[in-house]
């Protein structure tokens, strides 16, 4: 399904030199190499990938908003309990120890380390809180033809931050402490566990479904 | 190459970094700001090779410490044990545990190292324009771009297992510096990656080799 396309632009008539704005409408640049492209036309589910260098350009989605928006609102559903209830319990000599991710960045800092406690809450509880809460901000209005305030300057820090959002690295994480832990002593699973499972499936589901090219095309036309 | 390629800057045209319009470099507003989405418009990333080797550098002085020093310290019935990331690799080894072993090696070691090692010859190839494999250069950088984030594993092992293991005399796991400096390497190589403009690459096969 993947067709690399052909830089098949023609140069600009040296003579008349402007090229306008609608004429940037129509046409696509790698953004890892720079070539320009005339707009494909492409069906849901078909790629174009730079002809030069490789790089994805387009990726239309099949489904609509509502796909994207429902997805969201599950990962949303899923990082409140996520973040309520325990993620493990160590038994350990009699006594129990309940952690969840907060425990974790409370513990770091208790312990003079901020920079590192930061660095967690940033990566596993703002950066993917602030990604799902965009989706549902910028889609919502969007599915019912109205566009809030900053609903574009939000979409844009929504893909800035998107490597700094890094839970599904996070549950290998507790994978590898699990399995460091057992010697020691008894683990075992909390309910958040199990959701925050479904969170790293839901997000990477919600990523996946989103037409980044419709959604600015749509923020762009004034929804 | 035998014709020139349209680029977009060969065009007149700026893409946007953030929403990927594309527009017109001779019609800016006052604030040369994207029509659509309101980020700033650069042709190429600012002071993209300053910045990168900046951060790359900053990288490889904190991967002496984040190897060196202790990322936690295990405090067990009176005595304690200090941790660094290789012997936690080591640990995992002996406890039999090969294939979670062989996963936090590729991700806590390998990748950093691999990293620092490809962002430096990127921005040296780039630096001596180099018309060498452009294409696997740039493939060679999204690989590094989208892997980098895979080292933080280590950093959450920590943090589970400060916030697990704290039952006084008996068992206490307190971090590290060596952590500090690890997720110092991994921040600064993550955004090394994000500094870096493809592009780059491309230019420099626009102009004609340099003989030396």
Redesign the interface.
């Known amino acids: 399904m993947m067709s690399p396309l052909a830089?098949k632009?023609?140069?600009?008539d040296a003579g008349s030199g402007?090229?306008?704005?609608e004429q940037?409408?129509s046409?696509?640049?790698c953004?890892?190499?720079?070539?320009?492209f005339p707009l494909p036309c492409l069906s849901p589910g078909e790629k174009a990938r730079c002809g030069?260098?490789?790089?994805v350009l387009m990726e239309p989605k099949s489904h609509g908003f509502d796909y994207s928006i429902a997805l969201a609102l599950t990962s949303l559903l899923l990082f409140v309990l996520s973040n309520t209830f325990p993620?493990?319990k160590?038994q350990?000599?009699g006594?129990e120890?309940i952690?969840?991710?907060m425990?974790?960045?409370?513990?770091?800092y208790d312990?003079g380390?901020w920079?590192?406690a930061f660095?967690?809450l940033l990566?596993?509880i703002i950066a993917p809180l602030f990604r799902i809460i965009s989706v549902l901000y910028v889609l919502l209005p969007l599915w019912f033809g109205r566009r809030l305030l900053g609903a574009?300057?939000i979409?844009?820090w929504m893909?800035?931050l998107r490597?700094?959002a890094?839970s599904e690295?996070?549950m290998?994480?507790?994978?590898?402490?699990m399995?460091?832990?057992g010697?020691?002593?008894t683990i075992q699973p909390g309910v958040a566990l199990y959701s925050f499972a479904g969170l790293i499936l839901f997000m990477a589901a919600t990523d996946a479904s989103l037409d980044?090219?419709a959604i600015?095309v749509r923020?762009?036309d004034g929804a | 190459m035998m014709e020139?390629?349209?680029?977009?800057?060969?065009?007149?045209?700026i893409?946007c970094?953030?929403?990927?319009?594309?527009?017109?470099a001779?019609?800016l507003g006052a604030h040369g700001l994207c029509?659509?989405?309101?980020?700033r418009l650069h042709a190429r990333k600012p002071e993209s090779l300053a910045r990168t080797w900046a951060l790359t550098l900053t990288a490889c002085l904190l991967y002496v410490p984040a190897n060196v020093l202790p990322v936690m310290t295990v405090l067990?019935t009176g005595r304690s044990e200090a941790d660094t990331i290789l012997s936690?690799v080591k640990?995992?080894l002996i406890?039999g545990?090969w294939p979670?072993a062989l996963?936090?090696f590729f991700?806590s070691i390998t990748v950093p190292v691999l990293k620092l090692l490809v962002l430096i010859f990127l921005l040296l190839s780039v630096q001596m324009k180099s018309h060498w494999r452009?294409?696997e250069r740039?493939?060679l950088?999204?690989l590094t771009?989208t892997i980098?984030?895979?080292s933080?594993?280590?950093?959450?092992?920590?943090?589970?297992?400060?916030?697990?293991?704290?039952?006084g005399a008996?068992?206490t796991i307190?971090?590290g510096p060596g952590?500090?400096a690890f997720?110092?390497v991994v921040?600064s190589t993550?955004l090394a990656a994000?500094s870096f403009d493809?592009?780059l690459?491309?230019?420099a096969m626009e102009k004609p080799h340099e003989v030396d």
């Open positions: 830089n632009t023609p140069p600009p402007t090229l306008l704005q940037a409408h046409l696509l640049a953004p890892d190499c720079d070539l320009v030069r260098c490789g790089a993620l493990l160590l350990i000599a006594r120890q952690g969840a991710i425990t974790g960045v409370h513990a770091l312990q380390f920079e590192i660095l967690v990566v596993t574009a300057h979409f844009r893909e800035i490597p700094w890094m690295v996070f290998l994480g507790i994978l590898v402490a399995v460091k832990l010697d020691l002593a980044d090219g600015w923020l762009e | 020139v390629p349209s680029t977009a800057t060969a065009l007149g045209l893409l970094h953030d929403c990927k319009r594309l527009n017109d001779r019609n029509v659509r989405c309101g980020s067990m936690g640990a995992l406890g545990m979670l996963l936090v991700a452009p294409r740039t493939v950088y999204r771009e980098g984030r895979w933080m594993i280590d950093i959450f092992v920590i943090a589970i297992l400060v916030a697990l293991v704290q039952v008996l068992a307190t971090a952590a500090v997720g110092g921040v993550m994000i493809p592009r690459i491309w230019d």
